[in-house]
């Protein structure tokens, strides 16, 4: 069926239902909320052409009462998201590992719900900061729905629930003088760092460039926790989640993220909703690494620990599945922002671990809902309302829709038969996994959690050097931008623990001295957690072509073979309007100068023309310098190979040029490549 989001019903459950709920206001008359029809809408009830306004204008009233109360509480953490629907669907029955029902039938699509977010910053803060990502999946499964609230960042600061407030309120904005926004380079951060240690892997990861994503769409998911896969016959499993990008993991460079942030602060969300405006629908496949019960205490990590993952090499991810999103929101504020995730949303078959952070988070969810949402009745909006009917006792509150007949509202009881009554395990009723614990009351931490820095080093060994380089490079950023020399000597002595040569990297740019003792002797590393392995496609790359009057024949032919490969051309000249070719070829222009910055590209082409003036000449140089210093692959021919030459560009490292036969498959393999490390930036 259709995927059209305008008025259409694409097919799937979750769509069918939310289309109840949809209202188009194009072509009617304007009411007020009790449906009466409203004559004039510019001037409020008054006394007299010049008189005060009237206390019976309930017009007035009421639209001005709505607007006072637009605004519901931000998200505490993760306020800035962005999200949208699409399917998921399994490859094969994973019947032996689980009875969840959405994982045992691949003819079978399960609707979806995702929320991409950044975590520390505001509602309004700018997309490509240097922060973990949300990646938040609501599973609307015939049994009711299942939530996988996940990260891009497999590992987390802290181990237990207890610390998140003390964390949020350390990387959030200094109280004093709430700065900065949505950013960790600030003291409290990197005093709370220094002092709980734990931290030190996922601030490696943090470090790293998976915390300045390209894309929403170029980013992993982890569940981050272990939690249980349960099969019919009682048999668990440990598990652990992960969302792999079909396009792979891709990055930006520092420089050109923050430069984004002004350029165009909505870029991630814009990418991920043109996407799916144009078809190029984002994919994921699910994976899952699995764990015998009997295996528990195998391994060098706690499975239970959340600051440790199970390397790929060691435990492998088994791909079961793929997610495609293929929907906007028809309305943001309906849909993204009162989604309400909860990680204690599970259907049978999965289930929980001990792990202390995971046991927290089964708490907090649902109370921040009670004050993000305003009471008991959340579930009831519709984008959290389950496909499946829900049935029990509870009953009023703020909002109620439900209009649940009958005299009974209580269990056990006789009058309605003593239902709704709880189903057995065979009619899908959910059981918790039978785990025996016993153990004395104690608020302390078992030992098996104590190391911090083995894994964080094996982060460290897994880097190519300029992913290492990177990583120096945050630390210097940030520590740079901290105030106490204590708290920059502090970081340095920890971070020591991890890797000397981290440590004495940036301790040097931040003028202190390189630590003398510490070092690690982990040498393991993890292929996998290398950017460097991941895959690379030319397909939906924005390629930034400059191009004016006059240009070769040749330019035609070289955006149809990039068009052919899912490239994504978009013409940038001196001012908008058609530019024409040598050979009376047109081309229509999509941003001047001032609009299309080379920030906002993955890659520019140079494809020369003859009508150049001075202006044309400086601002092409600087567009193509600064690509050139964020690593991005180059193509140029003709008279755009001589504006090339003149900015001091060379071919060779992703500057691909003297077009010909070869010269776009040599320039699509060099923008599959993302990045070109190997070129010498001064
Ligand atoms: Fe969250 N987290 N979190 N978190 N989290 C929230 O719930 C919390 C943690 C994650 O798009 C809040 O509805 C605690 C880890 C995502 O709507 C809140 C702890 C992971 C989202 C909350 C954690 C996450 C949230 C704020 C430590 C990765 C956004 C608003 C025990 C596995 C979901 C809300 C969306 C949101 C609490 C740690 C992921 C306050 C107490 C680890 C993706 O309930």
Known sequence: MSNDRHGKVNGNSKDEQLEQYRVDDKDKHLTTNQGLKVSEDEFSLKAGERGPTLIEDFHFREKMTHFDHERIPERIVHARGYAAHGEFEV????KDYTMAKFLQDPSVKTPVFVRFSTVAGSKGSAETVRDARGFATKFYTEEGNYDLVGNNIPV????????????????????HNEMPQAASAHDTFWDFVANNQESAHMVMWAMSD????????????FGVHTFRFVNDEGKAHFVKFHWKPVLGTHSLVWDEAQKINGKDPDFHRRDLYESIENGDYPEFELGVQLIK?????????????????????????????????????????????????????????????????????????????????????????????????????????YGRQTINRGQVSYH????????????????????????KVEGHKVRARSESFKDHFSQA?????????????????????????????????QIVAMFANVSKELAAGFAEQIGLEAPEDAGSTVSKSSPALSQENTKKKPQTRKVGVIVTGGFNSEVSVILNALKEEGVQPEIISGKLGVVKGADGAEVEVDHTFLTGESVLFDSIFLAGGTEVD??????????????????????????????????????GAGVVTNGGDDFSRRFITAISEHRHWDREVV
């Open 91 to 94: 490859y094969e029955s994973m």
């Open 156 to 175: 987390f600061f802290i181990q237990d629930a207890i610390k998140f407030p003390d964390f949020v309120h350390a990387v959030k904005p200094e109280p």
């Open 210 to 221: 998976r915390a300045i994503p390209r894309s929403l769409r170029m980013m992993e998911g």
């Open 293 to 397: 019960q009997e295996d528990e205490f195998n391994f060098d990590f706690d499975v239970l620990d959340p600051t440790k993952l199970w390397p790929e090499e060691d435990v492998p991810v088994k791909i079961i599945g793929k997610m495609t999103l293929n929907r906007n929101v028809d309305n943001v504020f309906a849909e993204t922002e009162q989604v309400a995730f909860h990680p204690g949303s599970v259907v049978p078959g999965i289930d929980f671990s001990n792990d202390p952070l995971l046991q927290g988070r089964l708490f907090s969810y649902t109370d921040t809902q009670l004050i993000r949402l305003g009471g008991p009745n959340f579930h009831e909006l519709p984008i959290n309302r389950p496909v499946c009917p829900f049935h029990n006792n509870q009953r009023d509150g």
């Open 412 to 435: 056990k009881n006789s009058l309605a038969n003593n239902t709704p009554a709880p189903a057995s395990p065979e009619e899908g009723g959910y059981v918790h996994y039978q785990e």
């Open 457 to 489: 080093t094996m982060f460290w060994n897994s880097m190519s050097r300029p992913e290492k380089e990177h990583i120096i490079q945050a630390f210097s950023f940030e520590l740079g931008k901290v105030e106490s020399v204590d708290v920059r000597k």
């Open 614 to 651: 001075k202006k044309f000449t400086n601002e092409t140089q600087y567009f193509v310098k600064e690509a050139f210093s964020h690593f991005k692959p180059i193509g140029a021919v003709h008279e755009g190979s001589e504006w090339l030459a003149s900015a001091g560009i060379e071919e």
